[in-house]
């Protein structure tokens, strides 16, 4: 009986000293709760998905300062893999009428960072000219998530995760990686930019339909094994872009809906158009032009990362069609270009830029997923992006196949003619032409 006694009256006074700890500090039992969640021997990235729940629960950033999400799949910059496997969050003006405003990029759920980078641009002379940081985390097993183009990190996040000290270089000092094991919390601020790109990766989703899916397969990180960087590191950072997938169709249905009433073009003055206007999928089209091609056979767009060109339709308006070129096409001249000779950098800028235009019928501006092999088709009405100067010829286009069985693509820009029908048949190339590869 005695010993039941002091059993029990040490049980009361452990309670009334956990009280007392609690009304001391309210926030206490909290954090042993996360501390201990966050040192259980399955971690959330471990963890499967839940069923019929969505894996992500909140905003990415505050909707308030989002003017468009450009879609996934958009037309992509030099250095980008093609197509673009991420939305892009624009943000609104900021203090001046050429700024961005400055946000919060935040957790859209309870997730664990895996992994976060550093990277140095630098111009031609070596001078570093930005720092931009990527943050990678899963909130569950077949969910990664990451931010990239982050102006900023969290400075708790990046002291949990050692400082940089800790980081690992990947091909040399301008580029920084580290793996980790972070617990964030829904809402929890991860850093802040004026934009910045959401990428998904799904391994529950089929991979998308890609005309040569072994050029998506390569790791571009491969080489830095060499400097020891952790092969579990290099697999957090490491692309699947056949799986890659709109963040915001993992949104709870209102939520969704709130962010995908925000796709347009960059300055929010064209809504995106479509029942899938957010795109779920790479954009190759095998056996067609749609889609990524290559400067040549062998290395790809991840290896050598301006290599490639893509073909498809413009992800905000699908009537119209886009040549992501990249100035991949010697025969495009700035002569060509609509506009005043003194205007040479202009010019120069413009022919390097993608060109537009309206899809047609037939063998003249059909959509790149109508080509097929043997004919000779012709675009016309080009323009240098969606609002700039005219293209003063036509472009001529075939699909062949190598004699090793690989798809060919040969692109020549016409200046002797307007239009197509101005051009003498049957259409035949000068010996300018450019030929791209699958």
């Not at 019929?52 to 980008?80: C, K, N």
């Not at 094991?181 to 998904?200: K, M, S, W, Y």
């Not at 998506?216 to 872009?241: C, F, M, R, T, W």
Request: glycine share 8%; hydrophobic share 45%; net charge negative.
């Amino acid at each position: 009986m005695a010993s039941g006694y002091y059993v029990r009256l040490a049980a009361v006074l452990v309670a009334a000293a956990l009280l007392g700890v609690t009304a001391y500090r309210p926030d206490a039992g909290r954090k042993a709760f996360e501390q201990a969640d966050a040192g259980s021997r399955e971690t959330l990235a471990q963890k499967s998905c839940p069923i019929g729940a969505a894996p992500l629960r909140a905003a990415f950033a505050p909707i308030e300062d989002v003017l468009s999400i450009s879609p996934l799949g958009g037309v992509t910059a030099p250095g980008e893999p093609l197509p673009a496997p991420f939305i892009r969050i624009n943000t609104r003006k900021g203090e001046t009428v050429f700024e961005r405003r400055t946000t919060n990029a935040l957790a859209p759920a309870r997730a664990d960072i895996v992994a976060i980078e550093r990277r140095i641009d630098r111009n031609a002379e070596g001078v570093a000219t930005s720092v931009s940081w990527t943050v990678r985390f899963k909130p569950c097993e077949d969910i990664s998530v990451y931010y990239d183009r982050l102006d900023d990190i969290d400075e708790a996040i990046l002291a949990r995760a050692g400082g940089l000290a800790a980081f690992a270089e990947l091909g040399g000092p301008d580029h920084l990686a580290i793996e980790t094991a972070i617990r964030v919390r829904e809402g929890d601020v991860i850093g802040t930019a004026d934009g910045f790109d959401v990428g998904l990766y799904d391994q529950s989703a089929a991979p998308a339909t890609m005309a040569r899916p072994e050029r998506y397969d390569s790791n571009p990180y491969q080489h830095a094994e060499v400097l020891g960087a952790p092969a579990s590191l290099l697999k957090a950072i490491g692309p699947d872009l056949a799986r890659a997938r709109c963040a915001i169709d993992y949104l709870p249905k209102d939520k969704a809906a709130m962010w995908s009433a925000k796709l347009g073009d960059v300055w929010g003055m064209r809504s995106a158009k479509g029942e899938n206007a957010c795109r779920s999928a790479l954009a190759d089209a095998p056996g067609a032009a749609q889609g990524a091609w290559f400067t040549d056979a062998s290395h790809n767009a991840l290896t050598n990362k301006v290599s490639a060109i893509a073909l498809a339709p413009d992800a905000i308006d699908p009537d119209r069609l886009i040549f992501a070129l990249h100035g991949r096409l010697k025969s495009l001249k700035p002569e060509m270009v609509a506009l005043a000779p003194m205007l040479e950098d202009e010019r120069k800028k413009a022919a390097q830029d993608f060109l537009t235009f309206e899809r047609g019928e037939g063998r003249i501006n059909p959509s790149f997923d109508k080509v097929r092999e043997g004919d000779v088709y012709c675009y016309q009405k080009l323009r240098a992006n969606f609002v700039g100067p005219k293209i003063n010829g036509v472009m001529l286009m075939q699909l062949s196949e190598a004699e090793n069985g690989a798809a060919l693509m040969k692109l020549e820009a016409r200046a002797e003619a307007s239009s197509c029908i101005d051009l003498e048949e049957p259409w035949t190339f000068s010996g300018n032409e450019t030929t791209f590869y699958r």
